[in-house]
């Protein structure tokens, strides 16, 4: 059956708010890392120290990701969406308004909880309210944005950052989230609650490994790569995960369901969700790193990344609805090997072989990611979704994680002179490649059938 677009004015409305509630977060953190040396200047802060800014915002996310299934059972989608977005909204006000370190790491902190919970209700509502039949289509209009959202946040953020004040960055969520809840609080729709009981030995084990492993690989990506400490943290970090996940499904009262993971698909679908992210935001760390080294213009850089954004749209446009009936995984893998070749194109260097390999890039990476958002809810029952959302999104910013640890080992041993540029370039191509491969095969041998473990 073909997938329809055709919406409602409602459904217009309701879509429109989603796209703002994925975007706020995204938008937000990648302006956030341009101007922390404005930050840093006005308040009298090290650099060094200043850095938590963006740390202590993850590591609240993570705590919002893991509380979103149990503030969804308990008090509904609306309720749930409502409550975070303005969570998100009083923090970012009151960063605007901080003073000093103290206040800058703990209203960051209150904005970082609000969008952890507000990223997986909006995945959560979007795959309720349009089910599996026209969930493809729709995360090809919302997923667009989480492209263009990285590139554009650091264009904006050096603009804001040379010509107004760093606290503008700031106060513009306000517009925004004003916007996102006028469209989105008559549309989004009333589910029935119920009493879920959170497993609070579960979610502080999972937090503190959460914590643990995120804080290693700031370590490590910055270029602690032999620091036993780092190394035994993020061992220590891993071993608390396995714990928690193997206590969580022990427990008769579950922080999270991991019963769709019974389904080989949908754990196949969770992997290609984390390798994607790896690849994504490793080469997005990695190719203004490499370019920094020689000296190359950051505006330049910003315009070349807003690039992908592009190419995303073009491939939603023009190509993804053709596409649509096609298996998910091997929509991923065709978009990731799509992706590998562009690294090629923008080896090459230079003004046209940049512009051309962005936008390649961009279509590539367009229906990889649509197709990464949409394909565990392909594969999980309704009452799963809630879960769902938080383990996929739990699991993509572990996998950016990873990407920011393969992007500075390959910076570390770049600027050592142990590798060329040319190698890390091509280093950056096999792995994508590989993963492309890896979803063609899945598809290959497990996409046409479910298969229940």
Not at 58 to 78: Q, T
Not at 407 to 433: E, K, R
Request: proline share 3%.
């Amino acid at each position: 059956m073909k997938q329809s677009i055709d919406l409602t004015t409602a459904e217009r409305k309701l879509v429109f708010a989603m796209t703002l509630s994925s975007i706020l977060p995204l938008l937000d953190s990648s302006i956030v890392n341009v101007i922390l040396s404005s930050i840093s200047n006005d308040i009298n802060t090290s650099y060094v120290y200043i850095q938590w800014v963006i740390t202590v915002y993850m590591l609240a996310c993570a705590a919002g990701i893991l509380l979103s299934p149990y503030i969804h059972e308990n008090f509904g989608l609306k309720k749930a969406w409502i409550c975070s977005i303005f969570v998100f909204l009083v923090g970012s006000i009151l960063v605007g308004f901080s003073y000093n370190l103290v206040t800058l790491i703990l209203f960051r902190c209150l904005q970082g909880f609000g969008a952890g919970i507000l990223i997986p209700i909006t995945q959560s509502t979007i795959a309720i309210y349009f089910g599996k039949e026209r969930l493809k289509p729709i995360m090809a209009l919302i997923a667009i944005p989480s492209v263009f959202a990285p590139a554009l946040g650091p264009i904006l953020g050096a603009v804001i950052s040379e010509q107004l004040n760093w606290r503008i960055a700031f106060f513009i969520n306000m517009p925004l989230v004003l916007v996102a809840f006028f469209c989105g609080r008559t549309t989004i729709p009333d589910n029935k609650t119920s009493k879920y009981n959170m497993n609070i030995y579960v979610f502080m084990t999972f937090l503190i490994a959460l914590i643990l492993f995120f804080i290693s690989i700031k370590n490590l990506t910055s270029g602690g790569f032999f620091d036993i400490f780092n190394i035994i943290m993020l061992v220590l970090g891993i071993g608390l995960m396995m714990v928690s996940l193997i206590t969580n499904n022990k427990s008769d009262s579950k922080l999270i369901d991991l019963s769709a993971f019974s389904c080989i698909q949908y754990s196949f679908a969770i992997i290609m969700g984390f390798l994607t992210s790896l690849i994504f935001f490793g080469f997005m760390i990695f190719f203004p790193l490499i370019q920094a080294i020689n000296d190359n213009i950051s505006t330049y850089i910003g315009m070349l990344l807003a690039l992908q954004g592009v190419g995303a749209w073009l491939a939603r446009k023009f190509i993804y609805k053709s596409l649509s009936e096609i298996n998910s995984f091997l929509i991923i893998g065709v978009g990731l090997i799509i992706s590998a070749i562009s690294i090629l194109i923008i080896q090459v260097g230079g003004i046209p072989s940049e512009i051309i390999g962005f936008i390649v890039r961009g279509s590539g990476l367009g229906v990889a990611t649509i197709a990464v958002l949409s394909s565990p809810f392909e594969f999980c029952d309704k009452n799963q979704i809630k879960d769902t959302s938080a383990i996929t999104r739990v699991i993509q910013q572990i996998g950016g994680a990873f990407g920011g640890v393969l992007s500075g080992i390959l910076i570390h041993l770049t600027q050592d002179q142990i590798i060329s540029v040319n190698c890390a370039y091509q280093t950056m191509f096999f792995v994508s490649l590989t993963f492309g491969l890896l979803a063609v095969i899945v598809y290959i041998f497990f996409g046409r059938v479910n298969i229940k473990i």
